[in-house]
């Protein structure tokens, strides 16, 4: 069974050309680090604007690396990436105002409180106007629901509230573009949910969204298009429903008598035929399943029931990335 | 695929980025507010751009000086060694008061009896005794902390994404090390000109070379030891800068440069070494003393100047190539 999947459309390999509507473009886009470890390795990547665009990949697969290079925080060895049309890093002064980002996980100053911590953060930024400061950080920490705790210093913060801290800083003027890096880290069931909402929220006013994860129901729920990393390549990108249509249909018939159906199923060219207890699957390919059905029946075989199956997009994704990938539900 | 039905599919693949005014995001409160340039775009002929490229202003880089100024002396540490810096100057007035009153014929050299006759002179005392070691301590906490402090908390990668720019980080970070050099060798100045006034005589000074100026220009001369040792300091931060680009450990970089410190004041000391001394930077610190003689020393203090801005500019410079290039990959 083939799972390499052709993504029509944006494709690895054809990055599109500058400013055809695209928020985020890599072209051969290659980080190797001090001690030769290639973290990134050519990576073509094409977020449509307007997109909420799922960054999937195992552990170490070089998402954070990648999301490093958009932000101009590290250089590429080789190949360039487009970031709202600004080249990075030449362009991140033009750029970076217009992107709020969340980069492996939250960092603030443990002394500071919360709101101290995001007027700090909005000082840095050059274009940011200080007299619409207080209002700003206000309802960026109102949206993350951290009113409550704007007072407390960040060090008796935990991990959820350190999170949302960090997404309030993200929001802390309007963006074009969100990166976020696996912004549901150490986020509870209700925050988790919180953050898929705010996401699609966000989605909607009009800025796109590129969030990475190593968990495919999150990105399942929340996002329009997939770019599938593995160790440092990019093995698949489009829209997510593409990438679900991708994998071959199979048919599966409840039989009392499996091996039966299984030779009627081999006599019509299907392949990929495995027998079960009181059941037969194979690949459909493109046979129609009710003239299946009208085989065997036509042989003399009981058809109890029969299903076509779509692979579910966690066995798409594990048969991109290898058995390894942590596909937690 | 009519099964798929996923929230996320209801919302259209490409809607081009030019129609979307960032004017309806939930977060812009107040878009003309917000929205400083965008006046300047049309202007400019080229709508089709819906938020233009933002571009920061000198204010936004004071406001940026102020926040890290804020961080800097709100910070419980740093607060801490200022006190102790103040506290010096107190501890020797009261300190020579008590020899003095003991007996003032001890012999215990001239700077009691210049201290017990003039208490002006307290100032330059506190100088002599804290320039050597515990006001680089400070400067070497602010300025090596500075960059390594942010890379090793993790907040650096925030600031250069909000984005701060790297130069313009850099340079702030400096300003903030000069000016708590400053402010730490004004306190001491003050702290000794207070103590000295409460615990001595004060009037017209005696100098080094044995003419009297009057109070006034005594302290004018106090303002350009302070304005020297601040210089001195200055240097020093810059050699602490460039060594906290090159860690993520704050205490690496604080070590190393105290190390330097007083490897190379121990370096200077040795006779054999002499020709190498005047490269040293510690070497020019005690020049503060120009300002007792009559006239001033301008000559050795200039030079003085002259090493401490060779240090500022190689190590600044330096600090600002690793800087601008390194991976932020903490
Ligand atoms: N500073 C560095 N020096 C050397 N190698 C590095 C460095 N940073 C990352 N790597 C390597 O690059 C690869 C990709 O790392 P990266 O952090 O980008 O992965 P990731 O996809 O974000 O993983 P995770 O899901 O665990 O966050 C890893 O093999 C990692 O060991
Ligand atoms: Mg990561």
Not at chain 1, 130 to 158: N, Q
Not at chain 1, 239 to 244: C, F, K, T
Not at chain 2, 24 to 53: M, S
Not at chain 2, 238 to 256: K, N, V
Request: proline share 7%.
């Amino acid at each position: 069974m083939s799972l390499t999947i052709e993504v029509p459309g944006a494709s690895a390999g054809a990055p599109p050309p500058r400013g055809t509507g695209h928020a985020i473009v890599t072209r051969g886009l290659t980080k190797r680090f001090r001690g030769g470890q290639v973290a990134v390795d050519s990576l073509d990547l094409a977020v449509p604007a307007g997109s909420v665009f799922g960054f999937l990949g195992p552990n170490g697969s070089g998402k954070t690396t990648t999301i490093r290079m958009l932000l101009g925080l590290v250089r590429p060895t080789s190949g360039g990436c487009e970031v709202l049309g600004e080249p990075m890093p030449e362009g991140l002064a033009g750029a970076l105002p217009r992107v709020g980002a969340l980069v492996e996980g939250p960092a603030f100053y443990p002394y500071l409180s919360g709101e101290a911590n995001l007027r700090r953060i909005d000082a840095a930024d050059p274009t940011s106007d200080r007299r619409t400061a207080a209002h700003r950080i206000a309802a960026a920490l109102d949206r993350v629901g951290l009113t409550a705790a704007a007072g407390k210093r960040y060090r008796a913060y935990s991990l959820g509230m350190r999170q949302r801290l960090a997404i309030a800083s993200a929001l802390l003027v309007p963006r074009e573009l969100l990166i976020l890096d696996e912004p549901t880290n150490g986020l509870d069931p209700q925050g988790t949910r919180e953050m898929r909402g705010l996401v699609r929220e966000i989605a909607e006013a009009g800025t796109t969204v590129f969030v990475s994860s190593h968990l495919l129901a999150e990105v399942e729920q929340m996002c329009t298009h997939v770019g599938v990393m593995r160790t440092g390549r990019l093995v698949a990108q489009g829209p997510i429903a593409e990438l679900r249509s991708g994998g071959e249909p199979r048919i599966r018939i409840e039989t009392p008598d499996p091996a039966a159906a299984a030779r009627v199923l081999g006599a019509l060219g299907l392949t990929g035929v495995r027998e079960g207890d009181g059941e037969v699957s194979a690949d459909l390919g493109a046979e129609a399943p009710e003239r299946v059905n009208a085989e065997l029946v036509a042989r003399g075989v009981a058809v109890r029931g029969l299903a076509v199956q779509r692979p579910s997009l966690e066995d798409v994704f594990v048969g991109l990335t290898g058995e390894g990938f942590d596909v937690e539900a | 695929m009519s099964r798929l039905d996923t929230p996320a599919q209801t919302r259209p693949e490409t809607p081009p980025t030019e129609t979307q005014p960032t004017e309806t995001h939930p977060t812009e409160t107040r878009p003309t507010e917000t929205q400083p340039t965008e006046a300047e775009t049309v202007a400019n002929g080229a709508p089709e751009r819906a938020a233009p490229a933002r571009r920061g202003t000198a204010g936004g880089t004071l406001r940026l000086l102020g926040s890290e100024l804020g961080l800097t002396f709100r910070r419980p540490r740093n607060i801490a060694m200022l006190a102790v810096l103040a506290a010096v100057p107190v501890i020797i007035g009261v300190v020579l008061r008590v020899v003095s009153d003991d007996g003032a014929e001890g012999g215990a050299g001239s700077i009691i009896t210049a201290v017990a006759g003039n208490g002006m002179m307290l100032t330059f005392a506190a100088l002599f005794v804290l320039v050597p070691l515990l006001l680089p301590v400070a400067v070497a906490v602010v300025a090596g902390d500075s960059v390594a402090g942010e890379a090793g908390m993790g907040t650096l990668r925030y600031l250069l994404a909000a984005p701060a720019g790297r130069t313009r980080l850099l340079a702030v970070k400096y300003a903030n090390a000069v000016v708590f050099g400053l402010a730490a060798t004004a306190l001491v100045a003050a702290s000794a000109l207070i103590t000295g006034f409460l615990l001595f005589p004060v009037g017209p000074i005696t100098l080094l070379s044995g003419s009297t100026i009057p109070l006034a220009e005594g302290l004018v001369r106090v303002l350009v030891a302070v304005g020297y040792v601040a210089a001195g300091m200055a240097a020093l931060a810059a050699l602490a800068l460039l060594l906290s680009t090159l860690t993520e450990i704050s205490i690496g970089a604080i070590a190393a440069t105290l190390v330097l410190v007083v490897v190379t004041q121990v370096l200077g000391a040795i006779p054999q070494l002499a020709p190498v001394e005047p490269y040293l930077l510690p070497s020019w610190w005690l020049g503060f003393d120009g300002a007792l003689r009559a006239p001033m020393a301008l000559d050795d203090m200039g030079q003085g100047l002259l090493v401490f801005a060779a240090y500022a500019v190689v190590c600044g410079s330096a600090a600002w190539a690793r800087f601008t290039t390194k991976d932020i990959t903490a």
